[in-house]
């Protein structure tokens, strides 16, 4: 049914896979201060938030960068439910936890696969990068959003190297589709926010 979406998970698994093999995940020296600390990282991802919920209010969805917002807003609730299942299902022991990266299945309080925080940040831009990139190349720059926020939680022993791949791959799997067949969170707002609240001004 998704032919691209296909290859692009194939090729994620394979190279999740791969880099699993290479032993790729190993805890790093602590650092969670200045430009790595969590406050920080908190402070982009409120950011990205607040951006993306705002310009799809102020925008609507008549135009083309407000079906881009949407698209992001239901990109990042996909995303959210595929982290927050994964974690349950796999219960990974972070590196804060334990100095063993294949920990898995070990219960309540082990939630370290997949990062959250990655897959946030990469659903949030992949629809923007999707939708832009072709025609205006800087958009692609979007992507130091999640390239920051998963280097960020490995350096805090939040999170295993490949958490954090998996988080980057399940968020544009997530903006993938979104900007395929969505945007769907229109459909259960009033009909009023299809316009934007720009037109009112």
Known sequence: MFPNLR???GIAAFTLSQLSLAQIDHKVALDHSGFWSHSTQEAV???TLATIVGGSLWEGGDSRLGRTYWQSIDSVALGAVGSTTGKYVFTRARPSQTDNPNKWFQGKGHYSFPSG????ESAAVTDFV???GHDQPA???LELLPLYVGVGRVKAQA???TDVLAGWALGFGSGYLAHEHGPWALQVMPHGVQAGFKTHF
């Open 7 to 9: 290859l692009w998970v």
């Open 45 to 47: 991802e409120a950011v």
């Open 117 to 120: 925080e990655a897959t946030f």
């Open 130 to 132: 999707l939708e832009y």
């Open 139 to 141: 958009v692609y720059a």
């Open 159 to 161: 999170h295993w190297q």
